[in-house]
């Protein structure tokens, strides 16, 4: 970036580990992200340098069946470990790391990094708020669905307590944003995590949203916080291509309002981008609508840092 800006690093990072088969024989296709990203130009127009590319395991769902445990799960460790470095050392760069995903529970790998540095927190933009875990299902599988769960603590150590971490972020040091009114709201409330439903930003404004969450998250104690972006906080009818699309998500101008105000907040260190699948956009409209948001966003932050 220019001088006296913050200084943008892209780093790829395409897991698809964490989500379930779209269809039998097949695998999701949100390891797709980055390329239809940079195909728009997204470095360019944020003036980012380029972090090249963290290499994923092989998807191996192999003969999983409810009961088994997350499926995936000695890839996505081994994973998380290696993204964790990768970004702990643009960190340590003093570089702004945006990651291009993926799917959700490439958190862990950004949650690992920040608990090796200290205390940090999660501002967790997503249409569902991916707290699945025994305690309130019958069984768990998809990393991606139970990632705010792993990264708070609930569920396998090997993936919740990687290096004896375990937990990477604590209940009240997250926020969860955009989830629909069905999601977990009464136990997330009830955790001490900062909940905001799409209803309630709609209601309150995306601006009140950012501003009371980065206060949140700006408390003494907290050195920092990660801002996870599921684009699936927007609703269907602006962005279908997700595995999971609901309605009552945010319209351009709320999602636009709200990501700028929390990366260009004080203490935000990093960000990633997920869940965006070009296999449900052939002819790149949508990762273009996509690309256009994130230029929206990240760069009047980054004039702004």
């Known amino acids: 970036m220019t001088s006296g800006s913050r200084r943008i690093a892209v780093l790829d990072a395409p897991s698809n580990l964490g989500l379930r088969p779209p269809a039998p024989l097949t695998v999701p296709g949100c390891y797709k992200l980055a390329g239809a990203l940079r195909d728009q130009g997204l470095l360019r ?10 290499v994923p395991p092989r998807y191996e769902r192999g003969e999983w069946k409810p009961g088994d445990g997350v499926f995936n799960a000695p890839g996505i460790a081994s994973y998380s470990v290696k993204l964790a470095d990768r970004v702990g050392a643009l960190l340590d760069g003093g570089a702004f790391p945006v990651v291009l995903g993926g799917e959700c529970s490439i958190m862990l790998g950004h949650a690992l990094a920040l608990a090796r540095r200290g205390r940090y927190g999660v501002a967790y933009l997503d249409g569902h708020s991916d707290f699945r875990h025994l305690g309130n299902s019958d069984h768990v599988g998809a990393a991606g669905g139970e990632a705010l769960a792993l990264v708070t603590g609930r569920g396998q150590p090997d993936l919740t307590d990687l290096e004896g971490r375990a937990p990477y972020i604590r209940d009240q040091d997250a926020a969860v944003l955009g989830i629909r009114d069905d999601d977990w709201s009464d136990e997330l409330r009830a955790a001490g995590i900062e909940t905001w439903e799409s209803s309630r930003i709609r209601a309150e404004g995306a601006g009140a949203a950012a501003d009371a969450v980065t206060a949140h998250l700006q408390r003494d104690g907290i050195e920092g916080f990660w801002v996870h972006l599921d684009v699936d906080i927007l609703d269907p009818s602006v962005m279908p291509a997700v595995d999971s699309p609901d309605p009552g998500g945010l319209d351009a101008d709320e999602f636009v309002t709200l990501l700028a105000g929390l990366v260009q907040a004080r203490g935000c260190v990093g960000m990633h981008v997920g869940i965006f699948d070009p296999d449900l956009d ?4 949508l990762a ?3 690309a256009d948001l994130l230029v929206a966003a990240i760069g009047a932050s980054s004039a702004a840092a």
Do not use: H, I, S
């Open 45 to 54: 127009r944020l003036g980012a340098e380029d972090a090249g590319y963290v």
């Open 282 to 285: 052939p002819d790149g409209t």
């Open 288 to 290: 273009a609508r996509l």
